[in-house]
């Protein structure tokens, strides 16, 4: 199964870039990398997700390396409400459908 | 918007107990997942069903059973509740297809259970 490898925490300034990394250096060809977050008393939320080129939508940039082995989610103005647990996964194909493995994740602490 | 509820935010019972959580999703999702969340270990897959009557076992299926009677709706069952299923539980939906796909999972706000 792939599996992704973060940093348990990560601290930021608020204001500041927050650059969260993640290694999947196990993901197929074909799997995207997805990001979520979890905000304290909620369920994930999704951010972004990505195959092999770089993306950017109104919450985040993801940058792939090229041999999609890693990747580094951006927040590029951290902002205290974006304190929370971040999570990398990929998915893995199963008949009928496909399950996701979650990891511990990376608890991001934005500070004033 | 995606919404999917489940029915309790916080519920306690007994060691011994049978209990039942409910998810309900509206947008039709073919895939409907339950997870266990427990602190420094992630969220871990317990069951899912990618169709109505269908369910296929994830990681941690010892000591849950799941039933998917009606497409927006997937139940948790806990047959004989022990105090390690202690924990909060999260349910997702999602749009069918495979790995290589994209379809973003929505997730319901969890059940905190706790077990006496």
């Known amino acids: 199964d792939a599996k992704t490898t973060q940093p348990t925490s990560m601290d930021c300034a608020e204001g500041r870039a927050a650059n969260l990394p993640c290694n999947h250096s196990?993901?197929?060809?074909?799997?995207?990398v997805y990001w979520y977050r979890q905000i304290h008393s909620q369920g994930p939320q999704y951010i972004i997700h990505?195959?092999?080129n770089n993306e950017t939508n109104e919450m985040a940039s993801l940058i792939i390396t090229e041999d999609r082995k890693s990747s580094t989610l951006i927040l590029p103005h951290a902002t205290l409400r974006d304190t929370a647990v971040y999570y990398c996964?990929?998915?893995?194909?199963?008949?009928?459908?496909?399950?996701?493995?979650f990891g511990a994740g990376t608890r991001l602490f934005v500070k004033a | 918007d995606v919404k999917v509820t489940q029915s309790s935010r916080y519920l306690v019972k007994r060691t011994g107990e049978k209990v039942f959580l409910e998810c309900v999703q509206d947008?039709?999702?073919?895939?409907m997942f339950w997870y266990r969340q427990d602190p420094g270990l992630g969220l871990r897959l317990i069951y899912f069903?990618?169709?109505?009557?269908?369910?296929e076992k994830g990681d941690i299926p010892e000591g849950y059973s799941v039933s998917r009677e009606k497409k927006e709706r997937f139940s948790l069952i806990l047959e004989s509740a022990s105090t390690n299923q202690t924990s909060m539980y999260l349910c997702?939906?999602?749009?069918?297809?495979?790995?290589?796909?994209?379809?973003?999972?929505?997730f319901g706000p969890g059940t905190r259970l706790t077990v006496l």
């Open positions: 947008m039709d999702h073919e895939n």
């Open positions: 997702a939906s999602s749009l069918a297809g495979a790995a290589s796909s994209y379809n973003e999972q929505f």
């Open positions: 990505g195959l092999k």
């Open positions: 996964i990929v998915r893995v194909a199963l008949t009928g459908g496909f399950k996701t493995i």
């Open positions: 196990t993901i197929s060809g074909n799997e995207y």
């Open positions: 069903s990618y169709d109505v009557k269908m369910k």
